[in-house]
């Protein structure tokens, strides 16, 4: 059909490229002055930032502990999740759609919503520690607030949900009747586990991690309502340092060093994926 | 027989494994709908609830509601604004003939891969920026908000159309277009239709991109300009008002019917889709 189609891309085209190139830069480029304090920035062009960011143990740690947090809540996520999305994608049964739905409307709650129910479970006085202190478990209230695991919680809650629904679709693409050959042929049911869905999803599992790590490394709501100013992760730290202390340089430096971060995990995973593709000589 | 006994186990373990897995993701949805008609101990939310009440309903504040009712306006915009670009746009790349059309996709899709906080940080700069340069202040008004919404959603419009639009078979438009109808009318009768699920599944991510959005929304917020999840936020700082969980019950169940009639209307496989 014969429709001046470059006309329809051209618009938003136009403005996508002014939106992305213009707030990139403004950022970028303000990450390169120094804070003169209450907002404004100098005129000169410096590394001053960056110097400091790297030097202070400070910025590096929450760095490194962002990293780490996401990874570690990635694959959980992943773990708890794929059984979870291979179940409903080969489930026969009228509850699997009924499921997947569910899974899907928990993913639209907004996490602030989230994060005030784990408080609720988690109050000192609650249910769950009743029993808890009740049964001689423990011996104080179990509480997330101002911990790394419970901030891991809250990233968990973040992309559960969102990361089983892609994990859903992943396994929706690997043939049933590949898994019934191989059984046939005599394999156990762990063994086509192992020997032939994981390697045919690993790719898809990689891609979906991924962007479970993104928005982990992202996660604001998680770490600053349930860190509490105790754990500090690089998004809460850019907040903080916009907002509170009005650096913006500092902040703008942060924000770039996030963005960095989270591009070259990506790009090492990728690597790491097609180098291990490679070696094993699978086509895929 | 060991076959059979296997294959039990086997089940029961996933059944195990899924079951617990939605209680774990549910709960503490479901402990908000129940602490909304509870009452509180010693002024705090407790669960399990020692006895009920319908209170917190009739205390929630106007401005709960009135702030619950920008953030669906503002989402709203959004999509709007969404789709009158991604609808376009998605069709101009998988139809015009330019190169390097695999760039364009790429730009469009490039607003996801930044993580939310440096988006705010980054628009609120801008926004400064702008108003020095040009005198329109974005920080702290809605439009600015929702220009910053338009940005992280848009990727998801563009990509839930172009997923339908790529494996749509034109061969219904040639048959349109021999019979005898214009190109224009084509497009309006034949192919939007066509690809109306991967508009409805693209609006829905951005209604729920820009609706559940917090860090966005911090920066560029002000006393006159907060959304119901930046209220939510400074809410839990301070003394918790009980009827805040009132006003949370109505967006999970609000969540859980809208799903349910997106289910029915369109079908879940379209946001499946697009997810990719």
Redesign the interface.
């Given at each position: 059909m014969n429709l001046p189609w470059h006309r329809f891309l051209l618009p938003p085209l136009v403005l996508s490229i002014a939106l992305l190139g213009g707030s990139l830069y403004v950022f970028l480029a303000g990450s390169f002055h120094a804070d003169l304090g209450v907002g404004r920035l100098g005129d000169a062009l410096t590394f001053a930032n960056y110097r400091k960011l790297f030097a202070d143990s400070f910025y590096v740690d929450s760095l490194g502990l962002t990293i780490k947090l996401s990874a570690i809540t990635t694959v959980v996520t992943l773990v708890v999740g794929m059984p979870v999305a291979y179940v409903l994608a080969r489930m026969r049964s009228r509850w699997g759609p009924v499921l997947l739905a569910v899974i899907v409307a928990a993913s639209f709650v907004t996490i602030v919503i989230k994060v005030l129910g784990l408080n609720i479970i988690f109050a000192a006085n609650g249910g769950l520690n009743r029993f808890l202190l009740g049964t001689g478990l423990v011996t104080a209230p179990v509480s997330l607030i101002g911990k790394v695991e419970g901030v891991a919680v809250g990233l968990l809650y973040f992309t559960l949900a969102f990361v089983v629904v892609l994990l859903y679709s992943v396994v929706l693409t690997i043939p049933r009747s590949l898994e019934e050959a191989a059984q046939n042929l005599g394999a156990s049911r762990w063994r086509t586990h192992w020997r032939v869905i994981l390697p045919l999803a690993l790719p898809g599992i990689i891609a979906s991690g991924l962007i479970g790590f993104n928005l982990c490394m992202g996660a604001f709501t998680s770490a600053a309502l349930i860190g509490a100013g105790r754990i500090l992760t690089l998004p809460v730290l850019i907040q903080r340092t916009v907002i509170f202390d009005t650096k913006y340089g500092m902040g703008a430096t942060l924000a770039v060093v996030l963005l960095v971060a989270g591009l070259v995990v990506n790009v090492l995973s990728i690597v790491l994926v097609s180098r291990l593709k490679a070696a094993r000589g699978v086509t895929a | 027989m060991k076959g059979f006994t296997?294959?039990r186990v086997?089940r029961a373990l996933?059944?195990l494994?899924?079951t617990g897995?939605?209680l774990f993701?549910?709960?503490?949805?479901?402990?908000?709908v129940v602490?909304a008609f509870s009452e509180p101990?010693?002024g705090?939310?407790?669960?399990?609830p020692r006895a009920l009440t319908l209170r917190w309903f009739s205390a929630i504040q106007p401005e709960y509601l009135s702030s619950l009712g920008a953030s669906v306006a503002l989402a709203s915009a959004a999509v709007v604004v969404c789709v009158l670009?991604?609808v376009?746009?998605a069709?101009?790349?998988a139809?015009?003939?330019?190169r390097g059309k695999a760039v364009?996709a790429a730009?469009?899709r490039?607003?996801?891969?930044?993580?939310?906080?440096?988006?705010?940080?980054?628009?609120?700069?801008?926004y400064y920026?702008l108003g020095d340069a040009i005198g329109w202040t974005g920080a702290g008004t809605w439009t600015g908000l929702m220009?910053a919404h338009v940005?992280i959603g848009?990727p998801y419009v563009?990509g839930s159309v172009l997923a339908v639009v790529q494996r749509f078979n034109?061969s219904l438009?040639?048959a349109a277009?021999i019979l005898g109808a214009a190109?224009?009318s084509?497009?309006r009768r034949v192919?939007l239709p066509a690809i109306a699920p991967g508009i409805y599944s693209g609006a829905t991510y951005a209604f729920?991109v820009s609706?559940?959005?917090?860090?966005v929304a911090?920066?560029l917020s002000s006393s006159d300009v907060r959304t119901f999840?930046v209220l939510?936020?400074q809410a839990?700082d301070y003394e918790f008002d009980p009827a805040?969980?009132a006003v949370?019950t109505m967006?999970?169940v609000a969540?859980?019917a809208?799903?349910?009639l997106f289910?029915k209307w369109v079908g879940?496989n379209a946001?499946?889709?697009s997810?990719?």
């Open positions: - | 296997e294959r086997n996933a059944w494994w899924v897995f939605m993701l549910l709960a503490p949805l479901f402990v908000i602490a101990i010693l705090r939310a407790v669960f399990p670009l991604g376009p746009a069709l101009g790349i139809r015009s003939r330019w364009f730009l469009f490039a607003p996801v891969q930044i993580p939310a906080v440096v988006t705010g940080v980054a628009f609120l700069q801008l920026l220009i940005f848009l563009v034109s438009e040639e277009l190109p224009w084509v497009l192919t729920l609706f559940s959005d917090l860090p911090l920066f999840p939510l936020f839990m805040l969980l949370a967006i999970i969540s859980f809208g799903m349910l289910q879940i946001l499946l889709r997810g990719k």
